[in-house]
């Protein structure tokens, strides 16, 4: 069982930044891939970044590439996303997500995910 708590969320004017976290419990953090997910309100849940459980490889949705980056660190049982250059579409409930299995393709897909976190909201006004 892994379970998992965001934090960092907020409200930010277009063009800030802002740095997501995820806490994890369970001792075996390290071997999971782990991923970002945002829903806005009316749409659907959508992959935003992943990262492998070495840390050594990453992959990251088009609207998010150049501007986030996610990051982890096995050893506080972590994951984090740094986002730059927030835009009013980035507007949503970020989720982190941990999952078994890794390769760049499935790391996109919600359904690879076994385990989620409950979200912290983050606002971008214009």
């Known amino acids: 069982q892994v379970q998992l708590v965001e934090s960092g969320g907020g409200l930010v004017q277009a063009g800030g930044s802002l740095r997501l976290s995820c806490a994890a419990s369970?001792?075996?953090?390290?071997?999971?891939?782990m991923g970002w997910f945002r829903q806005a309100p009316g749409k659907e849940r959508e992959f935003v970044a992943a990262i492998r459980w070495s840390g050594e490889d990453a992959v990251y949705a088009d609207s998010v590439k150049g501007r986030f980056t996610i990051s982890r660190d096995n050893a506080k049982n972590t994951v984090y996303m740094q986002m730059n250059s927030l835009k009013p579409e980035d507007t949503a409930v970020y989720c982190c997500?941990?999952?078994?299995?890794?390769?760049?393709?499935?790391?996109?897909?919600?359904?690879?995910?076994?385990?989620w976190g409950q979200g912290t909201q983050v606002t971008v006004s214009s």
């Open positions: 997500a941990a999952a078994i299995y890794w390769s760049r393709v499935t790391a996109q897909s919600r359904n690879e995910y076994r385990y």
């Open positions: 369970g001792r075996t953090f390290s071997s999971y891939t």
